[in-house]
């Protein structure tokens, strides 16, 4: 076993690859030598389970692991009651869409801390969070891992603390760090193999070891403003970072096993690969 390495969503390689609907994804996914896709619901779960079922056989068959991202407008940390409600609903119809696809990972915002402190938007997720958890149990999906992220605005909840105390409350939910929205929120300070380093022991610390070695990742380098992140960049961007180098040599040093989906501008494809070969390089 070893770390994955795909897009989140088609870059501009896959259409000069010829794609021309969700069904070709697999192939093309295995063609540029990548072995992870994340399938990209921030608009809407508009997928029907025939599609997903057969986008998941394909999937399989070219042994590519899927994974979901839930749509952008869930907001746990809402204090509408009727917005964190409809945001359990949009959970569970992310649930049972990846779990057609064969995939068993759903990536979530937490939402917007408002006007609310800090701690009263985390308390108000938290809740959604054990919601959300009983509504995939009942409907027979607790094995589908909600995968809370790493937000990269100054307003948003989900900094690195939060997500970890969301992550303490179920051995099922499993962190995604975004670490172009780490290093966007702290104004270029996650940017080094010490704080690298240093995400990756609190994960091992705070959740065990199997969720820091099986951890979901996003990467990509990320403009940032005083608000935080403001534009996801390309690899080629020599201004803003982070550096993806350091993290492949601490997943190779630590054998870690992790998912890690590439958000770069239109290249997220030929940026995965560039963080997949650069890590195989390393296990040599």
Known sequence: MSAIFGPAGCSEQYMQLGYKG?????????????????????RGVNIGEEKARAL?????????????HA??????SSVEEEKR???????????????????????VHTGSCGKLPRDEALKLAMNTMELSLKALQDAGLSHIHICPETMGKINQLGDFNEVMTLC??????????????LNAR??????SKDAFKYIIEEMGNRLGEDRMKHFHSHFSKIEW????????????????????????????????????????????????????????????
């Open 168 to 181: 303490e409350m179920d051995k099922s939910l499993i962190p995604c760090i975004d670490f172009g929205h």
């Open 85 to 107: 409600l409809n945001s359990i609903n949009y959970i569970l119809s992310s649930a049972k869409a990846v779990d057609f696809m064969g995939g068993n990972r759903i990536i």
């Open 186 to 191: 702290t104004y270029g300070q996650v940017n």
């Open 22 to 42: 969700s069904l070709d994804i697999p192939r093309i996914t295995k063609e540029v030598g990548l072995d992870a896709f994340e399938y990209q619901c921030g």
């Open 225 to 284: 403003t005083n608000g935080g992140e403001k534009k996801h960049l390309t690899f080629a961007d020599s201004v803003f970072g982070p550096n993806f180098e350091p993290l492949m040599e601490l997943i190779a040093e630590y054998s870690l096993e992790p998912t890690i989906i590439c958000e770069s501008d239109n290249t997220q494809s030929q940026d995965a690969l560039k963080m997949k070969q650069y890590y195989l390089e390393r296990l040599k």
């Open 71 to 76: 749509p952008y407008y869930i907001s746990m």
């Open 56 to 68: 998941g056989k394909l999937a399989n068959e070219a042994d590519v692991t899927l994974s979901l």
